[in-house]
């Protein structure tokens, strides 16, 4: 077979934000708010998953949700009515978040008395991960109809998430996904990362999603 | 139900590339080669339905792809394997391809005697929508599992596009989707745009992608 040619075309237009993010952290470590930052493609089922966690733990933890969105705001009234403090963020067009966005939606949710604020970032592989937010973990969701060769193309994803949750499990078996190959392409880029496959549906899994969030606000608040 | 906040953050980066893009559709438009610009979520199947439409149209078009993608270059030896001359793009974290990159990929490609050139672009449904890149026809796909919601969510994407693909139909079963929501939402945003459901796998609705290329191609050249 042909070798095939390939052209790098790289441009840089990142900003670095990262002191920005760095403060923000430590500020809302200081207060003792868990900033978690959710990262996936479109479709993949964060806000399903979102709705599910608050029903599950709204007793126990005070929940504050940022919904980031280019356009529209269905996700935070879903949110809002499974009882979540919510907000929705409109990037105007832009496919990530950056620190000094995720402070303003901070403040404009209010943060005192949060034990957890999940953003919902902007759904996507490539921008969200290049930028730090300022959130303590961060947490992205593969579904399992998109695939198991994923951290093969979108590796700076799969780099940069403390866990990987695999949505979608109960329709696994229609799609040509492997868990086990998604394992083995998440390993190459990251020794680390928790893998939690889940059906927000079924239920499956969605335990161990319950207590990776109580075991990382208990550690965040030590 | 409480009043949602909705914040905007917008951030003005996009350059403005629309001169390079239209002198770049003039040169391929008078030496009849067809650029599409074929876009996506990660993971809707843009590479399966590419090999499909090789397998199916190699013996009466000449087709070149460009494959983009922040990193690795699998999906370019998958479509070289089906018989198409393929480069592969790397964007460099870039989410998107402006019109000089691609006119940089076509330059490495070689258009000389092609009919038709895919460029199968950064699985993102933000970023592709805004750039031109001189591609003579826009192409989306949207994977039945991503929820019929999806033209709310990112509705440039939905906007700009000229034919939208309906995606892995095999199994829109087992998901909550419906194609009649679909094109009610497609329709809030594009009056004009033609939408097909396909499944790659099962051969539904391929006929109906194979003729729209064939007839555009045509158009395009007479």
Known sequence: MDRIKVIEVKEDVLANNDRAAQALRERLHDQGTMLINLMSSPGSGKTTLLSATLDALSDELAIGVMEADVDSDVDAYTVQS????????????MCHLDAAMTEQGLRELGTSGLDLVFLENVGNLICPAEFDTGAARKVMILSAPEGHDKPLKYPLMFEVSDLVIVSKMDVAQYFDFSLEELEKNVRLRNPHATILPVSAKTGEGMDAWYEWLRREVRQWRA
């Open 82 to 93: 499974h009882g979540a403090r919510a907000v929705q963020l409109h990037t105007g067009g």
